[in-house]
């Protein structure tokens, strides 16, 4: 099993072929799949693309107090001083 999925664990990698979604580990274990059939393959298309997000898509905007304080204390200025004071 690679570090990565024994560290962090799997990070599945969703799929649609025709109505069925499928999905297994991205690091290549081998582990960690499976498969879901749905009535049309519009929806598990659908799923698939929505289930395949990743988490880090909104790291900017989801960023760490400490982090970014420089960042949100700029912001935060620069919001006031649109205000008028």
Same mark, same amino acid.
């Given at each position: %099993?690679? !570090?990565?999925? @024994?560290?962090?664990?799997?990070?599945? =990698?969703?799929? &649609? /072929? *025709?109505?069925? %979604?499928? +999905?297994?580990?991205?690091?290549?274990?081998? /582990? *960690?799949?499976? /498969?879901?059939?749905?009535?049309? =393959?519009? /929806? &598990?298309?659908?799923? =698939?693309?929505?289930?395949?997000?990743?988490?880090? &898509?909104? @790291?900017?905007?989801? &960023?760490? !107090? @400490?982090?970014?304080?420089? !960042? $949100?204390? +700029?912001? +935060? !200025? $620069?919001?006031?001083?649109?205000?008028?004071?």
């Amino acid at each position: %099993m690679p !570090l990565g999925c @024994l560290t962090f664990g799997h990070r599945p =990698a969703f799929r &649609a /072929e *025709g109505r069925t %979604m499928r +999905w297994e580990c991205e690091r290549g274990c081998g /582990e *960690g799949g499976g /498969e879901k059939t749905y009535s049309t =393959a519009e /929806e &598990a298309e659908r799923f =698939a693309a929505a289930f395949d997000r990743r988490g880090d &898509a909104g @790291l900017g905007r989801n &960023a760490p !107090l @400490l982090g970014m304080f420089p !960042l $949100r204390i +700029w912001r +935060w !200025l $620069r919001r006031r001083g649109g205000r008028g004071g």
